[in-house]
Nanobody
Framework: QVQLVESGGGLVQAGGSLRLSCAASGIRFSINGMGWYRQSPGKQRELIAGITSGGGTYYAVSAKGRFTISRDNAKNTMYLQMNSLKPDDTAVYFC??????????WGRGTQVTVSS
């Protein structure tokens, strides 16, 4: 059974940083592209960053230059380093496969709240 567990969220002031983690189990992590998605209240879930099995990366415009996605295949874990956070980054952050998420793989996510 595939399980994705997000962690590392919290409350931070604008301009601050957070590092999110996604721990995967039940999946051949190293051969899968993985991505970070987020959902704000009243908005659809959106892809913000992705990393291929080969280490290639994708960033949404909103994340480019501020967020860095990485992975450690030995630990079956993916990360998202978020710098220069803005109130608009407030959302629940999820991980899933990239470039196409799998509906049955959504976890609980981790809440990120950025205060102004």
């Amino acid at each position: 059974q595939v399980q994705l567990v997000e962690s590392g969220g919290g409350l931070v002031q604008a301009g601050g940083s957070l590092r999110l983690s996604c721990a995967a189990s039940g999946i051949r992590f190293s051969i899968n592209g993985m991505g970070w998605y987020r959902q704000s209240p009243g908005k659809q879930r959106e892809l913000i960053a992705g990393i291929t099995s080969g280490g290639g990366t994708y960033y949404a415009v909103s994340a480019k230059g501020r967020f860095t996605i990485s992975r450690d295949n030995a630990k079956n874990t993916m990360y998202l380093q978020m710098n220069s956070l803005k109130p608009d980054d407030t959302a629940v952050y999820f991980c899933n496969k990239f470039p196409q998420e799998v509906v049955t793989m959504w976890g609980r996510g981790t809440q990120v709240t950025v205060s102004s």
